[in-house]
C-alpha cells in the first residue's frame, strides 16, 4: 500500500528556519516524482514544485520558485520541504502528494496527510 | 498568466447530476492539459477522483466521470449523495516550466 506520512505541525516565528519532510512507503521511492501542494487558511490548492528523488531533478512553479527549497534523501525514502526565513504569510497547510505514474510528474494520486505550518511573532 | 477558471459555487438535489467544468482565462482545455480532479471535505487531505481527463481512481464510485465538454474540462457527479458535499479542484498541466496550476475551486452544496 502506498503511503506518506508528513511530519508533525509546526509553530516559528518569522525569520526562522524550518524542514519538514514526507516518508514514502509502499513503492519504489527513487522511481516516482513527489511534489508539495500549499493550502493557504480557507484557500485553494497551489502546486508548489516536485522532486524526482532517483536523481534529485527538481521542477519549482515560478510562483515558488526562490522562495521554498525541495529536496529529497533517498536513503530513507523520504522529501523535503524548506524555509530559510519564514514569513507570516507562509502560514498554510502544506500536502505532499506522489503522481501515478512512474517517470514523469504527472497529476497526483497519494497524498500525505498534511503539516500544519503556522508563522507568527 | 492564465488562469484556471472553476464555479465558485454550484448546488445539486440528492440523486441528481452535476457537472463542474474547468476552464482558461485564455484558450480551450483539451486532453493534452491532463485535466484532474480532486475532492477535499474541510479539515482533511485532497481526494483523487478522476485524472489524465477520464481514469478514476482507485475507489472512486463510477458515479464520478470525466470528460472535456466544450472547451472546458468537466466533472460529472451523477446520483449525487450528501457526503458528495465537498470543495472539488481541478489541475491544468501547462507545460515545461510552468508545470501545474489549481482552479480556485467549486464548493458544492447538496440540498
Known amino acids: 500500500e502506498v503511503q506518506l506520512v508528513q511530519s508533525g505541525a509546526e509553530v516559528k516565528k518569522p525569520g526562522e528556519s524550518l524542514k519538514i519532510s514526507c516518508k514514502g512507503s509502499?513503492?519504489?521511492?527513487?522511481?516516482?516524482?513527489i511534489g508539495w501542494v500549499r493550502q493557504m487558511p480557507g484557500k485553494g490548492l497551489e502546486w508548489m514544485g516536485i522532486i524526482y528523488p532517483g536523481d534529485s531533478d527538481t521542477r519549482y512553479s515560478p510562483s515558488f520558485q526562490g522562495q521554498v527549497t525541495i529536496s529529497a534523501d533517498k536513503s530513507i525514502s523520504t522529501a523535503y520541504l524548506q524555509w530559510s526565513s519564514l514569513k507570516a504569510s507562509d502560514t498554510a497547510m502544506y500536502y505532499c502528494a506522489r503522481p501515478i505514474d512512474s517517470g514523469w510528474y504527472g497529476p497526483f494520486d497519494y497524498w500525505g496527510q498534511g503539516t500544519l505550518v503556522t508563522v507568527s511573532s | 498568466q492564465t488562469v484556471v477558471t472553476q464555479e465558485p459555487s454550484f448546488s445539486v438535489s440528492p440523486g441528481g447530476t452535476v457537472t463542474l467544468t474547468c476552464g482558461l482565462s485564455?484558450?480551450?482545455?483539451?486532453?493534452?492539459?491532463?485535466p484532474s480532479w480532486y475532492q477535499q471535505t474541510p479539515g482533511q487531505a485532497p481526494r483523487t477522483l478522476i485524472y489524465?481527463?477520464?481514469t478514476r481512481s482507485s475507489g472512486v464510485p463510477d458515479r464520478f466521470s470525466g470528460s472535456i465538454l466544450g472547451n472546458k474540462a468537466a466533472l460529472t457527479i451523477t446520483g449525487a449523495q450528501a457526503d458528495d458535499e465537498s470543495d472539488y479542484y481541478c489541475?491544468?498541466?501547462?507545460?515545461?516550466?510552468?508545470?501545474?496550476?489549481f482552479g480556485g475551486g467549486t464548493k458544492l452544496t447538496v440540498l
Open positions: 509502499g513503492y519504489s521511492f527513487t522511481s516516482y516524482w
Open positions: 485564455s484558450g480551450s482545455v483539451s486532453t493534452s492539459y491532463y
Open positions: 489524465s481527463t477520464n
Open positions: 489541475v491544468l498541466y501547462m507545460g515545461s516550466g510552468i508545470y501545474w496550476v
